[in-house]
């Protein structure tokens, strides 16, 4: 009688959690059908070059899934198991095998499924960056954009600026770490978790739309018609070694190799060789880390006001940090800033013109559970 039992509620489990799967891939068919254009364009990009040997898709393969299909999602049962014991004391295992109902593991499953088309979405993203010196023969933008950014500083370079701040050199770890590990992190783990566990489809909808607009826009259309290599880079591709050179001083200044530097040499000799690796691709306008770290300051300050400031401080930071640290012009910087706060008021404005304002409810927070 036991046996039956549990094989009935094995049977209903399974019959939920293929329902709640399905329906979760059935309401991202618009983010699968734009990664499926995105994949034609990249395909029809690398035809015409016919430098196939520059697509980079397999090289998200192992990294990404084992932090999006493993890492991400242990450490998200973790959490949830540790704030429901913490929130809701002897009521949290109830809580927690609540959470792993059908219909929640079903939809989380859902959610892991995007992830994966985004594996793809990133490879594209790569892939057409990775295309732009062969398209341009070149990085023709670095002079305008760096007399730009000079204008806009009263004839200085941001970077020169900067680098009057005392004591900067001693944070330059803390610098590095910062813009490549904990800006990874904060962006990604972002998307995670909002494709993964976001309650509102409206809400889940507009961030994942957001994202996929900064990659395009930001990082392919925007660098593709304005292509330029960054101050870092500005010698190599200028014949003018002398306008930069600070930024390679500062960063051999550490006691250590710097990790900024070594990266960016990682990339140049990829550019050089004509390479595809993880992460290549050489573009400077607009700045992606900048446009990333506002879309998630927008988000989180629809949450409370506070998250928002703390957000737009940390938008701030990444943005004097990839000035300091060569990658980018601060006009960069502005530009991004500019096109995702456009780019998030019209989508939200969009979507509330076609009646979807009122199921916008992500943010309120879980009920507690009756005593």
Not at 128 to 147: E, S
Request: charged fraction near 10%.
């Amino acid at each position: 009688m036991f046996v039956l039992k549990m094989r009935a509620a094995s049977t209903r489990y399974v019959g939920g959690w293929l329902q709640s799967f399905i329906a979760a891939v059935r309401g991202d068919i618009w983010g699968y059908a734009i990664v499926f254009l995105y994949s034609l364009l990249c395909i029809v990009l690398l035809a015409l070059t016919g430098r196939f040997d520059l697509s980079s898709h397999e090289r998200y393969l192992g990294q990404w899934t084992y932090l999006y299909l493993f890492i991400f999602p242990l450490f998200s049962v973790v959490l949830l198991m540790m704030r429901s014991l913490l929130r809701y004391q002897l009521q949290g295992v109830r809580i927690c095998f609540r959470a792993l109902s059908s219909h929640r593991t079903g939809k989380f499953a859902g959610g892991m499924a995007m992830m994966m088309g985004l594996m793809l979405f990133i490879g594209n993203f790569t892939t057409i960056k990775n295309l732009f010196p062969v398209m341009h023969d070149g990085f023709p933008f670095d002079r305008v954009t760096a007399d730009v950014d000079q204008w806009l500083h009263f004839g200085h370079a941001p970077s020169e600026l900067l680098y009057r701040l005392p004591g900067l050199s001693l944070t330059l770890p803390f610098i590095e770490l910062n813009y490549s590990l904990l800006w990874s992190v904060f962006c990604f783990g972002g998307l995670f978790f909002t494709v993964a566990t976001a309650r509102s489809p409206l809400m889940r909808m507009r961030y994942i739309l957001m994202f996929m607009i900064v990659w395009i826009v930001c990082g392919n259309v925007l660098a593709g018609f304005f292509l330029s290599a960054g101050p870092v880079y500005y010698g190599a591709v200028t014949g003018d070694s002398e306008r930069f050179a600070h930024i390679g001083a500062f960063l051999a200044a550490g006691s250590e190799p710097s990790s900024a530097a070594m990266f960016q040499s990682y990339l140049w000799t990829l550019y050089e060789r004509g390479e595809a690796g993880f992460g290549s691709g050489i573009s400077a306008f607009p700045s992606v880390h900048v446009a990333l770290a506002t879309m998630n300051a927008l988000f989180l300050g629809e949450r409370a006001r506070w998250l928002g400031l703390l957000g737009a401080f940390y938008v701030a930071v990444i943005l004097a940090s990839s000035v300091l640290l060569g990658w980018h012009y601060a006009v960069d910087g502005y530009v991004s800033i500019a096109v995702v706060l456009l780019a998030h008021f019209a989508l939200r404005h969009w979507l509330e013109g076609r009646g979807a304002a009122g199921e916008d409810r992500y943010w309120q927070p879980a009920a507690v559970p009756a005593e």
